[in-house]
């Protein structure tokens, strides 16, 4: 059973950098055909996609968000990771990994991330 | 990018009636690359459809998907008292992926 956990800070303070980190376990971000995802949900909104990375490196973010977005991929580790430059207090938000197989079948809990000083 | 439009914005039935919910694409969807996810107060979501219409892994038999190219539907046969939440609808035939703004389905 494929399990995703995101990790990292949950205060960040404006401008700085939002940094987080999926680890998978019973399976592996090496594997081809899945894009490894980031989705976040403002309190309250909907589901936004933030960008995908895949098993090559290949990467490709939401538009909105490309100019801050960085993706990268750890493949010793079994991890993929967020980056997520400037931020402001409309960065506040739960961020979920996930993996795209045609859809998200498997999800993270959610990480509550606050953008305050 | 492909722009999901889910109508109604919100629905209110009983237990035991029929939900049909609707998601709108601007452009058609590319391989009918379109899912339907459900998610409960506190919860990440869970994908119920992919596909158009196959089911996910565990899904009971009362979810089915349809459509195809711009226009599908969701529809619960007879809704459980679990069933109430809010669905998205999405889109992975094209990048970016996209969302649909969602439908709540609340009890009436």
């Known amino acids: 059973q494929v399990q995703l956990q995101e990790s990292g800070p949950g205060l960040v303070k404006p401008s700085q950098t939002l940094s987080l980190t999926c680890t998978v376990s019973?399976?592996?971000?090496?594997?081809?055909?899945?894009?490894w995802t980031w989705i976040r949900q403002h309190p309250g909104k909907g589901l936004e996609w933030i960008g995908y990375i895949y098993y090559s490196g290949s990467t490709y973010y939401n538009p909105s968000l490309k100019s801050r977005v960085i993706i990268s991929v750890d493949t010793s580790k079994n991890q993929f990771s967020l980056n997520l430059t400037s931020v402001t207090a409309a960065d506040t938000a739960v961020y979920y990994c996930a993996r795209d197989n045609g859809g998200f079948d498997y999800w993270g809990q959610g990480t509550l991330v606050t953008v305050s000083s | 990018e492909i722009v999901l439009t889910q109508s109604p914005g919100t629905l209110s039935l009983s237990p035991g009636e029929r939900a049909t919910l609707s998601c709108r694409a601007s452009q058609s969807v590319s391989g009918n690359y379109l899912a339907w996810y459900q998610q409960k107060s506190g919860q990440a979501p869970r994908l119920l459809i992919y596909?158009?219409?196959s089911r996910a892994t565990g899904i009971p038999d009362r979810f089915s998907g349809s459509g195809s190219g711009t226009d599908f539907t969701l529809t619960i046969s007879r809704l459980e008292p679990e069933d109430f939440a809010v669905y998205y609808c999405q889109q992975s035939g094209r990048s970016p992926r996209t969302f649909g703004q969602g439908t709540k389905v609340e009890i009436k």
């Open positions: 596909g158009a219409s």
């Open positions: 019973g399976g592996s971000v090496n594997s081809g055909g899945y894009y």
